[in-house]
């Protein structure tokens, strides 16, 4: 049984087919949900952060509203919400946030969305395995599972 979910939210279609997947879990099992949208420096007008991949730059009131916004939204549009739900906005570099966010908020799991037509995603995806301290379940736009990974053993 899963307690916790980790679900990062971004603009693409992948982000939903996760959250449907994630939402399909916690109709049969008590389960928590964090939709956590990451706001990188480059989001924020940061340009220092940008360029260094730290953020430097603390999200306002306005980014904070707007983030919360696009969360909610993404929600509502599974018309059923069936869990209980926690929306996290954080600033920061994805893969990292990422990770810290799941280890803080202890999740059993996390599950992305990725498009392989994304010419980045096999490396952002790396990196939250790599640094990741839970399971791992990357799916595709249909909600097809293109990688689990446990830490601690092999991929699967």
Same mark, same amino acid.
């Given at each position: 049984m899963q307690n916790s979910i980790l679900i990062?939210?971004? /603009?693409?279609? *992948?982000?939903?087919?996760? =959250? !449907?997947?994630? !939402?399909?879990?916690?109709?049969? &099992?008590?389960? +928590?949900? $964090?939709? =956590?949208?990451?706001?990188?420096?480059?989001?924020?007008?940061?340009?220092?952060?940008?360029?260094?991949?730290?953020?430097?730059?603390?999200?306002? %009131?306005?980014?904070? *509203? !707007?983030a919360e916004a696009f969360l909610e939204a !993404?929600?509502? +549009?599974?018309?059923?919400?069936?869990?209980?739900?926690?929306?996290?906005?954080?600033?920061? /570099?994805? %893969?990292?946030?990422?990770?810290? &966010?799941? +280890? +803080?908020?202890?999740?059993?799991?996390?599950?992305?969305?990725?498009? /392989? %037509? %994304?010419? @980045?995603?096999?490396?952002?995806?790396? /990196?939250?395995? @790599?640094?990741?301290?839970? @399971?791992?379940?990357?799916?595709? &736009?249909?909600?097809?599972?293109? =990688?689990? $990974?446990?830490?601690?053993?092999?991929?699967?």
């Open positions: 990062p939210m971004g /603009k693409n279609p *992948a982000s939903m087919a996760a =959250l !449907r997947r994630a !939402r399909g879990i916690a109709q049969h &099992e008590h389960t +928590r949900l $964090y939709l =956590l949208h990451v706001v990188e420096p480059s989001e924020t007008g940061d340009v220092l952060g940008a360029a260094t991949g730290a953020a430097t730059h603390a999200l306002d %009131s306005e980014d904070l *509203a !707007r !993404r929600w509502d +549009r599974l018309n059923e919400p069936m869990a209980a739900v926690n929306f996290v906005v954080k600033a920061g /570099k994805l %893969s990292e946030t990422i990770a810290e &966010e799941a +280890r +803080r908020l202890e999740v059993d799991t996390i599950i992305m969305g990725t498009s /392989k %037509s %994304s010419p @980045k995603w096999e490396g952002m995806i790396g /990196k939250v395995k @790599k640094s990741t301290p839970c @399971k791992l379940t990357i799916v595709d &736009e249909e909600e097809n599972v293109v =990688l689990e $990974y446990s830490p601690g053993s092999s991929d699967t």
